[in-house]
């Protein structure tokens, strides 16, 4: 099974599989039809979830290791892949696969998929995919369009007599949440920063890195830090973090546009503000803030 992909960066390892997506592949609107099943009575049911890349999004991960019951930072250790690549301008994290003969997922059982319900977004979309092409000259982001991935083995397509419009298709997996998580991230990974040629600093890829994925971390950089006492944040939102990795993943979002980025997404209190203008040394203050990563925080 080929991974279903979303709009990425040029740099990005999922590029090139992308062009030749928007090059060979009939596009799909959301009420275009087609015909798929899966189901353990199928001759080639679990043969698919082995050998395969999927890329997690921070909501895939999130997911999973409530699941599991893992703490992030175990569930990375044991579950995730960081591939590196020179032009890399942010995070890419893969699911691990099986040390063994097929490479199968760590997840699969006999029945099928043992994560089921909180399954990664690539899964849900299997056989569709979603890809867009480029932004146009004048800013505006380009099309974006499902396809199908018809993959050399499987014999879902074969099922019947169930047909399926796309729409129909991403509400019965239940695509929504994943989707409505992946345009926030992707409003960090496709910034118009990264479209000028920005790039990141080590620290701040780890940064970004944890505040997206090692949640526990982050939740322990955010109020183990000064950060909620220079920064105004309505009480209810941060007594809801600290139980909540949802909220948390939120307010995830909102620091790094704004420690990233410079977008006003917090707010400094005014005292802060105060003693950043009167500051000869502006270091003083803000160098424990936005441009350090988590773990480089003063505690």
Known sequence: MSEPT????????????????LADHPRLGPDDGFQFACHPG??????????????????????????????????LQKHVLMPVHKDMKTPVVLLRMNDDEHKTCPFLTDQGCGVYSDRPWPC?????????????????????????????????FEEGPRQWTVREWLEDQGIE??????????????????EKGGTLSPEK???MFTACYDLDSFRDFVFGSTLLSRFEVDEDFVEEMRYDDEALLRFAFLWLRFSLFGEPTVKAKAKVVEAFMNSLDKRELFDKGPGKAPEEETR
């Open 177 to 194: 949440d994943y989707d409505l998580w992946g345009e926030q991230f992707k409003e960090l990974t496709l910034h118009e920063f990264f």
């Open 205 to 207: 890829m780890h940064m």
């Open 42 to 75: 199928i001759s080639c049911f679990n043969r698919c979830c082995a050998d395969v890349n999927i890329f997690l999004s921070p909501y895939d991960v999130l997911r999973l290791k409530k699941r599991l019951g893992m703490p992030s930072g175990e569930f």
């Open 124 to 156: 849900r979309m299997y056989p569709l995919g979603l890809a867009a092409a480029k932004d146009t000259p004048d800013g505006w982001r380009g099309e974006r369009f499902y396809f199908l991935l018809r993959e050399e083995g499987c014999r879902g």
């Open 6 to 21: 979303a709009p990425v960066p040029p740099e990005d390892p999922r590029a090139r599989l992308q062009e030749r997506i």
